[in-house]
Structure formats: C-alpha cells, structure tokens
Nanobody, 124 residues
Framework: QVQLEESGGGLVQAGGSLRLACAAS????????MGWFRQAPGKEREFVAA????????YYPDSMKGRFTISRDNAKNTVYLQMNSLKPEDTAVYYC?????????????????WGQGTQVTVSS
C-alpha cells in the first residue's frame, strides 16, 4: 500500500512563503517521478510542478516558474515544494502524486498514487 502524506500548508499573507513536504512510504520512492498539483474550489486540478525520479530534472508550467521550486530527498523519501511570493490566487488544496517510472508528466491521469492534500490559503 502506497501512502503519500502532505504537510506544511496553512495561512500566509500575500508575498509570503511556504514549504510543503510530501512523505512517501510503501514502495521504492527513488523509482517514481513525483508531482505537485493544486485544486481550488470549483476549478479543475492544476499542474504545479514535477520532478524526475533521480531528481535531476524538474518541470513547471510557465505560470509557476520563478516562484515555485520542487525538490526531493530520496534518502528521506520526501518531495518538497517551496512556494515564494505567494498570491491570493495560489489559494487551493495542494496534492502530491507519484508516478511509476522515472519520467514526469503534467497530466493528473498519468499519476498512480495521490496524497490527501494540504490546504494553502493566501490572504490579501
């Protein structure tokens, strides 16, 4: 049974920063690509960032580049999302996801395992 558990969400003022973490258990973490997605009320799940299994390559949509940084520590079975210069429109539930195989994807359907999500709220 694969488990992904996110942490680090909360309430922050616009312009602030948060660091999310996702701890994985139940399979070989270093074999999986990892991704972060978010979903705001009434909206579709949105791709935020992804990282290859080895951690040597990352992938962001243009709207996230420069503000968000994904990283991983395979020794700790953990993937991180550093979020800077947060805006009210970044408010959402943030999910981490694991994809079997080394290469990342921006499509939610390509991911095999999901965490429960952590709420991020950015006040103006």
């Amino acid at each position: 049974q694969v488990q992904l558990e996110e942490s680090g969400g909360g309430l922050v003022q616009a312009g602030g920063s948060l660091r999310l973490a996702c701890a994985a258990s139940g399979r070989t973490f270093s074999s999986d690509a990892m991704g972060w997605f978010r979903q705001a009320p009434g909206k579709e799940r949105e791709f935020v960032a992804a990282i290859r299994a080895s951690g040597d390559r990352t992938y962001y949509p243009d709207s996230m580049k420069g503000r968000f940084t994904i990283s991983r520590d395979n020794a700790k079975n953990t993937v991180y999302l550093q979020m800077n210069s947060l805006k009210p429109e970044d408010t959402a539930v943030y999910y981490c996801a694991a994809r079997r195989g080394s290469y990342y994807s921006k499509r939610p359907d390509d991911y095999d395992y999901w965490g429960q999500g952590t709420q991020v709220t950015v006040s103006s």
